[in-house]
């Protein structure tokens, strides 16, 4: 219902609506299906990319190939780190501006540029340039992806989808980790082929998920902030046809309505007032999760192959190998787990996952310090923590998904993003990388204790200020910038 003064879109003052409450309403159906497996596949892809650029640095320094350095290695790390960053604050602010729909069009394809570029990299200013662009994409994803899954899902059980989805993660990791063991065999493929064939294939898995998301809407949600109510009314009623055919039975009417004072754009003022001024407590749980998951996930996934060759003597072409049962805990994690910050609660459920890590990790130091542990058993424990770390690490991004106001969701997702992968990112393995280096393991130990604490710390943040969001919609847990409820 729109209440007006004048004529024209521009001069609606209000619109008052039940579409939040009819989509959180929805019984599970195909669509969400559509949802999950079109845009919840970004982080499959991810995982490949971030696994198989590791797993080829070796390869990249053979003189057969692109004969690079040590150096120049994370060189191309740290630009693909930069893109990250500028990618996801860059398009989650056009995400928020331009919607969701466009943008992870737009990201996908500035994924399927970089990477594609990338198997044709002849130098190192080419490959630093190319594995830029494609961290743009995957950047400019997170932001769109997230805020897109949330407004689509039922509340009742957003939880566990946004942790399972963020945690399909691994499965890429798992698959690329299994590639490279046919990619990089120089028996199969030619030394300078391998690596190229498997950009190959992560550009060409993007341009089938391209075609998928064609079926995937708009959010109605950011529709009707922005005053196209008649686009997101036919939406949601094609939807809401789709599920009776599908389930034989007749929606009840939801009876809960939202009032909404559309406006066409949202500045950085109303972004910065949103996330520091109205929710100041929120931003500093954001802050506080994102920044120690991201630290504890660094620290350990990219010097764990520099732990086994170092302390443990594995061969480097074998380090691969034991990324499988990491990867395996990190994905039946969340998805064991999921169902519990549903209904448990989030603020149990974060701070334990939090807390068990912490302990976990400090327990693993001690046996590492102590030698008490050998490859195999260093594995077991990774293992064993990031069953519980990576449902904490996906409840950090859910978190921050779901606290802030639908106007500024995308641009916070983002921010948020970009402070854990600076801190994580590039302080984590580059302090890790010094310690192990040095060849002691005691120093190791104490930047495992270091992790455990900033873990222990988000836990008391989190039973401290955390927000009850579990089977509550988004509109009651931050009401928009352009709403009030009723």
């Not at 994370?74 to 996801?88: D, E, H, R």
């Not at 950085?268 to 949103?274: M, S, Y």
């Not at 991201?294 to 074998?318: D, K, R």
């Not at 455990?452 to 931050?478: F, N």
Request: net charge neutral; aromatic share 12%; hydrophobic share 50%.
């Amino acid at each position: 219902m729109k209440k007006e003064m004048g004529k024209g879109a521009a001069e609606v003052l209000q619109i008052e609506t039940s579409i939040p409450a009819r989509m959180d309403r929805l019984p599970w159906c195909r669509f969400h299906w559509l949802v999950v497996i079109a845009l919840g596949i970004t982080w499959i892809l991810d995982g490949l990319e971030v696994t198989l650029k590791g797993a080829i640095s070796g390869v990249l320094q053979d003189p057969g190939t692109l004969h690079f350095t040590s150096q120049q290695i994370g060189t191309i790390a740290s630009f693909y780190l930069v893109g990250a960053v500028a990618g996801s604050l860059f398009f989650g602010y056009l995400t928020d501006l331009l919607g969701r729909r466009l943008l992870f069009f737009i990201t996908l394809a500035v994924y399927f540029a970089g990477v594609f570029l990338s198997a044709f990299s002849w130098n190192l200013g080419s490959f630093i340039l190319f594995r830029f662009i494609t961290g743009l994409g995957i950047g400019g994803e997170y932001a769109a992806i997230n805020s897109a899954i949330d407004e689509l899902i039922p509340a009742r059980v957003r939880g566990r989808i946004d942790l399972i989805v963020n945690g399909s993660y691994w499965i890429g990791a798992a698959v690329g980790s299994g590639s490279t063991i046919i990619l990089l065999d120089p028996h199969i493929l030619p030394v300078n082929v391998g690596w190229r064939v498997g950009f190959a294939i992560g550009a060409a898995l993007s341009l089938f998920i391209l075609v998928l998301r064609r079926k995937v809407p708009e959010s109605p949600r950011w529709l009707i902030t922005h005053g196209r109510l008649h686009e997101a009314e036919e939406m949601v009623a094609r939807i809401e046809a789709e599920v009776e055919r599908e389930t034989g039975q007749k929606l009840e009417d939801a009876e809960e309505t939202l009032t909404i004072h559309p406006h066409r754009r949202f500045g950085f003022g109303a972004i910065i007032r949103g996330m520091f001024t109205l929710y100041p407590r929120r931003t500093v749980l954001g802050l506080t999760l994102m920044v120690s998951q991201a630290f504890l996930y660094n620290a350990i996934f990219f010097t764990y192959a520099m732990i086994l060759t170092t302390f443990y003597n594995v061969p480097g072409s074998q380090t691969g190998l034991y990324l499988l049962p990491f990867a395996l805990g990190n994905f039946c994690g969340p998805l064991i787990l999921g169902i519990f910050f549903d209904t448990i609660g989030r603020r149990q459920m974060i701070a334990a996952t939090y807390t068990i890590s912490a302990l976990l990790l400090a327990v693993t130091g001690y046996l590492f310090n102590i030698a008490a542990l050998t490859p195999f058993s260093q594995t077991a424990m990774w293992t064993v923590i990031f069953f519980f770390a990576s449902p904490a690490a996906s409840s950090a991004y859910l978190t921050v998904s779901e606290i802030f106001p639908l106007e500024t969701r995308a641009f916070a997702i983002a921010f948020f993003f970009a402070i854990g992968t600076a801190a994580g990112g590039v302080v984590a393995p580059w302090l890790f990388g010094t310690l192990i280096g040095t060849g002691s393991r005691q120093g190791v130990f104490y930047g495992y204790l270091g992790a455990a604490l900033l873990m222990l710390l988000a836990a008391v943040v989190e039973g401290a200020i955390g927000v009850k969001a579990e089977r509550t919609s988004l509109e009651k847990i931050a009401a928009p910038l352009s709403a009030s409820l009723e």
